[in-house]
């Protein structure tokens, strides 16, 4: 006996289609699942005794990949919201103790149970806005104990959750207080403890840094990815948020898989993307939740021919928010892209920033079943409809994970 099931009632289908080099648009369709995959997708299936899963003629896409989270932190910081309202800057807040230390700083005195549940709540949480594969990131530990406690937390959800989740390594996120004046102290510990433990437990995918004005240089950012790189760890590299000191280019010579936020790219930056063939993942919520508004040149990506993708950035300071529908609306109207150009992004873009596209990001023959059913009638609608809950029904390898029930 096989799992089959079958989706029926498919008003409007949009996904990439690898055979067609494409996004493609079909019309009343059906989807026909077997043992967690999508075996066919036609017009009219022929499986008699299939359950039956209803899109009641609406709209049906992929789940989203989201490929640069935060997910595991304390604390959150309503307070910096309220100082940046009042006029400071992301720098001055981190200057005056607030920011990725304050998070840090909580962190290390959270009790581990009680942050293992509020972890789990935020994955839990990512399907309600149709997200069903993730990167996720450590980084709010700063020590050798609370980055490798973080990076458990998610090897232990990635065995047990349903969602997919790449791990990351963060340890390069800021400078710990106690090594404000000693970068090249806290460069060590990284590459000759965190690193080495890190690759020994497989506890990530890969590593990132954050390449900027203010905490780390191009050249201290090399230091670490190369460890990084020696022990096996893919590369990935925070570059360009609020100005272009190296990362693109860093992420061009390492051979890094992606380089993300990128607000502040140059000419050259962009350049460097093309040549080194990375990935750029754009942040816009970010952008929009710090109160700015310079946004990454997507439009500019775009006519280069890069395979721009697109993440929420979830963090409790710069970006609080889950919802890659609100990403892709702040995308088509603050970064000018258009909704097919945003839902790819989303999806099979971001899948290949996970270097997962022949496994999710798709809905096509052989690909894991990750989809969505909307309560909206097109594509246009995920956009449109700003902050409604449009999201109506997720199927997670090809089992229903999450549905409104209002």
Same mark, same amino acid.
């Given at each position: 006996?096989?799992?089959?099931?079958?989706?029926?009632?498919?008003?409007? %289908?949009?996904?990439?289609?690898?055979?067609?080099?494409?996004?493609?648009?079909?019309?009343?369709?059906?989807?026909?699942?077997?043992?967690?995959?999508?075996?066919?997708?036609?017009?009219?299936?022929?499986?008699?005794?299939?359950?039956?899963?209803?899109?009641?003629?609406?709209?049906?896409?992929?789940?989203?990949?989201?490929?640069?989270?935060?997910?595991?932190?304390? #604390?959150?910081?309503?307070? +910096?919201?309220?100082?940046?309202?009042?006029?400071?800057?992301?720098?001055?807040?981190?200057?005056?103790?607030?920011?990725?230390?304050?998070?840090?700083?909580?962190?290390?005195?959270?009790?581990?149970?009680?942050?293992?549940?509020?972890?789990?709540?935020?994955?839990?949480?990512?399907?309600?806005?149709?997200?069903?594969?993730?990167?996720?990131?450590?980084?709010?530990?700063?020590?050798?104990?609370?980055?490798?406690?973080?990076?458990?937390?998610?090897?232990?959800?990635?065995?047990?959750?349903?969602?997919?989740?790449?791990?990351?390594?963060?340890?390069?996120?800021?400078?710990?207080?106690?090594?404000? #004046?000693?970068?090249?102290?806290?460069?060590?510990?990284?590459?000759?403890?965190?690193?080495?433990?890190?690759?020994?437990? #497989?506890?990530?995918?890969?590593?990132?840094?954050?390449?900027?004005?203010?905490?780390?240089?191009?050249?201290?950012?090399?230091?670490?990815?190369?460890?990084?790189?020696?022990?096996?760890? &893919?590369?990935? %590299?925070?570059?360009?948020?609020?100005?272009?000191?190296?990362?693109?280019?860093?992420?061009?010579?390492?051979?890094?898989?992606?380089?993300?936020?990128?607000?502040?790219?140059?000419?050259?930056?962009?350049?460097?993307?093309? +040549?080194?063939?990375?990935?750029?993942?754009?942040?816009?919520?970010?952008?929009?939740?710090? &109160?700015?508004?310079?946004?990454?040149?997507?439009?500019?990506?775009?006519?280069?021919?890069?395979?721009?993708?697109?993440?929420?950035?979830?963090?409790?300071?710069?970006?609080?928010?889950?919802?890659?529908?609100?990403?892709? #609306?702040?995308?088509?109207?603050?970064?000018?892209?258009?909704?097919?150009?945003? %839902?790819?992004?989303?999806?099979?873009?971001?899948?290949?920033?996970? +270097?997962?596209?022949?496994?999710?990001?798709?809905?096509?023959?052989?690909?894991?079943?990750?989809?969505?059913?909307?309560?909206?009638?097109?594509?246009?609608?995920?956009?449109?409809?700003?902050?409604?809950?449009?999201?109506?029904?997720?199927?997670?390898?090809?089992?229903?994970?999450?549905?409104?029930?209002?």
């Amino acid at each position: 006996m096989t799992a089959k099931k079958i989706i029926k009632n498919v008003g409007q %289908l949009a996904s990439w289609s690898t055979e067609k080099n494409n996004m493609v648009v079909l019309e009343n369709v059906e989807i026909l699942i077997e043992n967690e995959r999508i075996q066919k997708i036609d017009s009219q299936i022929n499986c008699p005794d299939c359950p039956v899963i209803d899109a009641h003629n609406k709209l049906v896409t992929p789940g989203f990949v989201d490929p640069h989270t935060h997910p595991v932190f304390y #604390n959150t910081r309503e307070m +910096e919201f309220e100082m940046r309202l009042q006029g400071k800057t992301y720098q001055e807040i981190a200057k005056a103790g607030g920011g990725i230390l304050a998070s840090a700083r909580k962190l290390r005195e959270a009790p581990q149970n009680e942050l293992k549940k509020l972890v789990k709540l935020r994955l839990d949480e990512f399907f309600r806005f149709g997200t069903t594969t993730i990167e996720a990131k450590s980084g709010y530990g700063l020590s050798v104990e609370s980055e490798i406690e973080s990076l458990k937390i998610l090897k232990q959800f990635k065995e047990i959750h349903p969602l997919d989740i790449k791990t990351t390594f963060l340890g390069a996120h800021e400078y710990p207080e106690k090594y404000r #004046n000693d970068h090249q102290g806290y460069i060590d510990l990284i590459t000759n403890k965190m690193i080495p433990e890190v690759a020994e437990m #497989n506890l990530a995918d890969y590593a990132d840094v954050f390449c900027e004005e203010g905490v780390f240089s191009a050249k201290e950012s090399k230091k670490v990815l190369q460890a990084a790189k020696d022990h096996g760890l &893919g590369i990935r %590299l925070h570059s360009d948020e609020f100005k272009p000191i190296g990362g693109t280019q860093l992420a061009r010579d390492i051979k890094a898989i992606s380089a993300d936020h990128l607000t502040a790219i140059t000419e050259d930056g962009i350049s460097a993307l093309k +040549e080194g063939n990375v990935i750029p993942i754009l942040l816009p919520a970010t952008t929009y939740f710090l &109160g700015s508004d310079k946004y990454a040149p997507a439009r500019r990506m775009l006519e280069q021919a890069l395979d721009v993708a697109l993440a929420t950035d979830f963090n409790p300071g710069s970006s609080m928010t889950q919802s890659m529908p609100f990403v892709i #609306n702040v995308a088509c109207l603050n970064m000018k892209m258009t909704p097919k150009e945003a %839902l790819k992004a989303a999806t099979y873009n971001s899948a290949r920033a996970l +270097e997962m596209e022949n496994l999710v990001g798709s809905i096509e023959p052989n690909k894991q079943a990750d989809i969505v059913i909307w309560n909206c009638e097109n594509y246009q609608g995920i956009p449109y409809f700003l902050a409604a809950q449009t999201v109506e029904k997720v199927v997670k390898k090809g089992e229903l994970v999450w549905e409104n029930r209002n």
